[in-house]
């Protein structure tokens, strides 16, 4: 059983920036293709940035392309989501996963193997 904790979230202007971070225990991550993903109330989880277990390969939500970076140290067992010019579309609550194995990359919530409890982002205008 993997363990997730993301830190990292908090309230920031418009234009500015947050790094989100995902610390697992439990399980070693290299044996993970990770994602993020987010939720406003009443709306649906969505798919924000995965990236594969080596961390060659990385994929976005249109929405955040370009504006956000996921990456990854295995090493440390540790994932990161760095988000620049942030917008107020952007406040949510934001939840690391990881996929099922190695492969595929978690682009959807139904291909998450285990999930982290969430942190608020908060982007004022």
């Known amino acids: 059983q993997v363990q997730l904790v993301e830190s990292g979230g908090g309230l920031v202007q418009a234009g500015g920036s947050l790094r989100l971070s995902c610390a697992a225990s439990?399980?070693?991550?290299?044996?993970?293709?990770m994602g993020w993903f987010r939720q406003d109330p009443g709306k649906e989880r969505e798919f924000v940035a995965a990236l594969s277990w080596n961390g060659g390969y990385t994929s976005y939500a249109d929405s955040v392309k370009g504006r956000f970076t996921i990456s990854r140290d295995n090493a440390e067992n540790t994932v990161y989501l760095q988000m620049n010019s942030l917008k107020p579309e952007d406040t949510a609550v934001y939840y690391c996963?990881?996929?099922?194995?190695?492969?595929?990359?978690?682009?959807?919530?139904?291909?998450?193997?285990?999930w982290g409890q969430g942190t608020q982002v908060t982007v004022s205008s």
């Open positions: 996963a990881t996929s099922r194995g190695r492969f595929p990359i978690p682009v959807s919530p139904s291909m998450v193997g285990f």
């Open positions: 439990g399980g070693t991550l290299s044996n993970y293709a």
